[in-house]
């Protein structure tokens, strides 16, 4: 079995992220066989369709402008192989988010017509809509990186030479994620604050009203921002991760085919893990969330189980290639492969304590959201003071989770045990997408079923399922910071020994006393800042044009008011796509421009600034995301009836806050992801031009 492994490890690869692709192909298949609804039904979420669709075609038109002189830069500057790997990384992403899109935006209607018979069926199909996306994107990405680096060597590179290739294919994913998550991120909050401030706030009608001129862009930015966002970047952490352990794995033992084939078969392996688990998602009595949970557990232990001979048979006897103290951690001998089973527990132990964290910090059953919910009683101000401090309360665990993970595979491996874990992390990514791509489908279910005006007993299945979509949301985007954060970490360590290996063997330093690496910190720190608060401010300016239209119509055309009148969703859409594409622009070449200013200046200032974005980076993003759901759920609290309940002073307070929230949560705070690995994977690219 050993030297079955050995000899077609790739295959395995390809077979299980086939496997991936063929799921998502059937239960697609099977999702489009359900009856989408009435024909008020349908034309509501054709608009959506077609509002995604316009959204994402312009979107990728910009990207591949960008793209192709990115491929012929890195051609001239590198080779062609990373070049082409570059495309591939690109094409890949997209077109899981781009087809898994598609599929969220079509089951929404169903998923409202299925609710009609109870809430076990409109489960499974907003589960399965949502797990079309998962596997599309953890099958795409492995079936980019295996099927690129089996191509690579049978071409006659080495597996050094091809690794390095396969850098290139990790930043033409980051590249459609920093894109995906900025564009996506703006024109779903745009949407939403625009709608939320005049439709709410000033008109006094509830969410999802169909004479609310925003509520289809709204609706749309739902998709583009948690479908094909979380998407991007999920398939970006995934193939960058892969592709991180290969490059450490190769770079720290002899045993090079074994090791560069390891993350593959692990991924590989999990997959499978992940699409028995989709068939665990079911409910007899109700309880959505443990339905979901219960499907992630199922798949997490299925992966633990396989992990075990997959390890035993690969990595049994190793050999240490390299006297690094970073990649040998100074031991004498090289991990045994019972510590390195150990480490992959250890990445599914963090995925566990993440969501359980997230959920603490984000869910209306607990203490944080509790007492924001309470802090709108006195005012709009309190609220906000509240919400903030909660944000910056929910790093602290999460810190001291990753501090404990980290520690401990290193403890047991060495960097490559912290390398292996993150791959182990990053098994369930299938699933965690598919969580995620849940909360938009049963969000426009629930609109859908709003303004076809549906019978009560509907929206008394939709309103559950949007509710636990939203803890799951706001849990999943938890999972993506912690992946990004490990996974960058990798790559830190990937860049020092790069770094060395070109340098001829000279070791450079990094030490903290250093003018340079602290001048390195500070920068690294400052494009956090600087990248979050352009992004928030391009909701601001979007958010404000739809506001205009929005008052625009109201004014011009009393009719809406009283129905007699259809409003104009398609101008909103327009306007929100141009604001947001005109937008990312310049906050997606911070993490590209700055890392390659800074590292042709001093390799060492390099160093600095990727601890400092990394580091930086990670607190931002946690406390935006966790406190904009904190924001949102206290608002949804209230609404259900506590603390005063909907048209109350403490309603109007926690509208404020959620409005405050929802470029923490939805565009700043998931876009730093991203950010913080494409400096990584940028730093890594240029390492020739340092030395």
């Known amino acids: 079995m050993t030297e079955f492994l050995t000899d077609y490890g790739i295959i395995v690869a390809l077979a299980c992220a086939g496997a991936a692709v063929l799921y998502g192909i059937v239960t697609s298949r099977w999702l489009l066989a359900k009856s989408p609804g009435n024909e008020e039904m349908q034309e509501i979420s054709a608009a959506v369709q077609e509002g995604a669709q316009a959204y994402l075609r312009t979107q990728y038109t910009i990207i591949a402008g960008v793209a192709v002189v990115l491929v012929v830069l890195l051609a001239l500057a590198l080779n062609v192989t990373t070049a082409i790997g570059f495309a591939i990384g690109g094409l890949f992403s997209g077109a899981a988010g781009f087809i898994g899109m598609n599929v969220s935006v079509r089951a929404n209607c169903r998923v409202a017509e299925e609710a009609r018979n109870g809430i076990s069926g409109a489960l499974q199909v907003a589960f399965r809509g949502g797990a079309v996306t998962g596997m599309l994107v953890a099958g795409l990405a492995l079936l980019g990186v295996a099927g690129y680096y089996g191509i690579l060597l049978g071409t006659g590179a080495t597996e050094k030479e091809s690794v390095d290739a396969l850098i290139g294919l990790g930043f033409g994913g980051s590249l459609i994620s920093v894109f995906a998550r900025l564009g996506?991120?703006?024109?779903?909050?745009?949407?939403?604050?625009?709608?939320?401030?005049?439709?709410?706030?000033?008109?006094?009608?509830?969410?999802?009203?169909?004479?609310?001129?925003?509520?289809?862009?709204?609706?749309?930015?739902?998709?583009?921002?948690?479908?094909?966002?979380?998407?991007?970047?999920?398939?970006?952490?995934?193939?960058?991760?892969?592709?991180?352990?290969?490059?450490?794995?190769?770079?720290?033992?002899?045993?090079?085919?074994?090791?560069?084939?390891?993350?593959l078969v692990i991924g590989g392996v999990s997959l499978i893990a992940s699409i028995i688990g989709t068939y665990a998602v079911r409910t007899r009595t109700g309880n959505v969330e443990r339905a979901l949970y219960q499907g992630l557990f199922v798949s997490g232990l299925l992966a633990a189980i396989a992990f075990y001979p997959v390890t035993q048979w690969m990595m049994a006897d190793l050999s240490f290639a390299t006297d690094s103290v970073l990649l040998t951690g100074g031991a004498s001998a090289a991990p045994e492969a019972g510590a390195l089973y150990l480490c992959t527990l250890i990445g599914?132990?963090?995925?566990?304590?993440?969501?359980?964290?997230?959920?603490?910090?984000?869910?209306?059953?607990?203490?944080?959201?509790?007492?924001?919910?309470?802090?709108?009683?006195?005012?709009?101000?309190?609220?906000?003071?509240?919400?903030l401090a909660q944000g910056y309360q929910s790093t602290a665990l999460p810190a001291i989770l990753l501090a404990l993970g980290i520690l401990g595979a290193n403890e047991l491996a060495g960097i490559y045990g912290i390398a292996v874990a993150v791959m182990a992390q990053l098994s369930l990514t299938g699933l965690i997408v598919a969580l995620d791509a849940f909360g938009p489908i049963t969000d426009n279910a629930g609109g859908i079923a709003e303004m076809a005006n549906l019978p009560e007993e509907v929206r008394a299945i939709t309103d559950p399922l949007d509710a636990v979509g939203n803890t799951t949301k706001a849990v999943t985007k938890g999972y993506a910071i912690g992946s990004a954060v490990l996974a960058a970490l990798v790559l830190f360590?990937?860049?020092?020994?790069?770094?060395?290996?070109?340098?001829?063997?000279?070791?450079i330093p990094f030490d903290l006393s250093s003018p340079e690496v602290l001048v390195g910190l500070l920068i690294g720190g400052?494009?956090?800042?600087?990248?979050?608060?352009?992004?928030?401010?391009?909701?601001?300016?979007?958010?404000?044009?739809?506001?205009?239209?929005?008052?625009?119509?109201?004014?011009?055309?009393?009719?809406?008011?009283?129905?007699?009148?259809?409003?104009d969703y398609a101008t909103c859409v327009r306007i929100v796509t141009a604001a947001a594409q005109k937008e990312m622009i310049v906050p997606a070449l911070i993490p590209i421009v700055i890392p390659v200013v800074v590292g042709l200046l001093s390799a060492q200032a390099l160093g600095g600034l990727l601890i400092g974005v990394i580091v930086v980076g990670f607190f931002m993003a946690v406390s935006m995301t966790s406190g904009g759901g904190a924001?949102?759920?206290?608002?949804?609290?209230?609404?259900?009836?506590?603390?005063?309940?909907?048209?109350?002073?403490a309603h109007a307070a926690a509208v404020t806050g959620d409005t405050v929230g929802d470029p923490y949560k939805d565009t700043a705070g998931p876009a730093i992801n991203p950010m913080i690995k494409v400096a990584n994977i940028v730093a890594l690219l240029i390492i020739p031009f340092l030395v």
């Open 184 to 263: 996506g991120g703006i024109f779903t909050k745009a949407a939403d604050v625009g709608a939320d401030l005049v439709g709410k706030v000033e008109a006094g009608i509830p969410e999802d009203d169909p004479r609310n001129p925003a509520v289809i862009a709204d609706n749309v930015g739902d998709n583009v921002g948690d479908c094909a966002g979380m998407a991007a970047d999920l398939f970006e952490t995934y193939a960058v991760t892969a592709v991180a352990v290969m490059l450490l794995g190769v770079l720290t033992f002899n045993e090079v085919e074994l090791v560069a084939l390891y993350p």
């Open 348 to 387: 599914i132990g963090i995925t566990a304590g993440l969501f359980f964290i997230t959920d603490y910090f984000t869910s209306t059953r607990f203490r944080p959201v509790r007492t924001t919910a309470k802090a709108s009683v006195t005012g709009h101000a309190t609220n906000i003071i509240q919400g």
């Open 493 to 507: 360590a990937a860049f020092i020994e790069e770094l060395q290996e070109a340098a001829g063997g000279e070791v």
């Open 526 to 567: 400052m494009m956090v800042y600087l990248f979050a608060s352009i992004s928030m401010e391009a909701v601001g300016r979007a958010g404000g044009l739809v506001v205009e239209e929005v008052r625009r119509q109201f004014k011009e055309n009393p009719g809406i008011m009283d129905r007699t009148v259809k409003p």
């Open 631 to 649: 924001w949102d759920n206290a608002k949804k609290l209230i609404e259900d009836g506590e603390f005063g309940g909907k048209g109350s002073d």
